[in-house]
């Protein structure tokens, strides 16, 4: 698969971070953009900095010079994580004026996976409209709400319930988190 890693502004940096940890190179072709709101973030919650798989692209996010820019060579899926209320409602109103938003664009039209992981809570009625839009128009909202039932013990493993159902939605196999009632079977 060709996967696009969107990071945004919004707290849960290190949902990014696991994600790209377990995203195989070998196995997909990885592509990653940040907004301008990312980096600050970044350096509050991820201070030694993100690491990226090796192979893995960078991309800039002013240049439309990416392959996802396009509709004629979209990626398969997109995942936003964490996902900015901000970059949710330009996704849902078809603003485009940076190539991570005009990738979400062009995820949409082209009728492929779009995955968005906001953190927000609560909710105001603009989110929720934003929220209905997206979902119309066949976006995955996937919010950072972890489970527990488990009983993680750590932060990371609290954060990766979240990481391993966006790994779900990609389609990707994983055992991030144990599933309901698969001990007793
Ligand atoms: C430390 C920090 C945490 C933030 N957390 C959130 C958040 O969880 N959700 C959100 O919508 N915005 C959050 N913001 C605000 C966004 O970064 C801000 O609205 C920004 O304009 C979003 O831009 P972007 O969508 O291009 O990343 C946070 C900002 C900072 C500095």
Known sequence: MKILVAITGASGALYAQRLLDRLDPHEHEIHVVLSHY????????????????????????QSMNA??????????????????????????????????????????KER?????????TPLSLVHVRNYELLLLAGATILPANPSFYHRPATVEQVMD????RVMDHLGIANNLAPRWQEEKE
């Open 38 to 61: 990312a980096q600050a973030v970044l350096a509050q919650e991820l201070p030694e900095g993100l690491r990226l798989p090796v192979g893995a692209r960078m991309h800039g996010l």
């Open 67 to 108: 392959p996802f820019a396009s509709g004629s060579n979209p990626m398969d899926a997109m995942v936003v994580i964490p996902c900015t209320m901000g970059t949710l409602g330009r996704i849902a109103h078809g603003l485009s004026g940076d190539v991570l938003l005009r990738a979400a664009d062009v995820a949409l």
């Open 112 to 120: 492929k996976k779009l995955i968005l992981v906001p953190r927000e």
């Open 161 to 164: 319930t979240v990481v391993g």
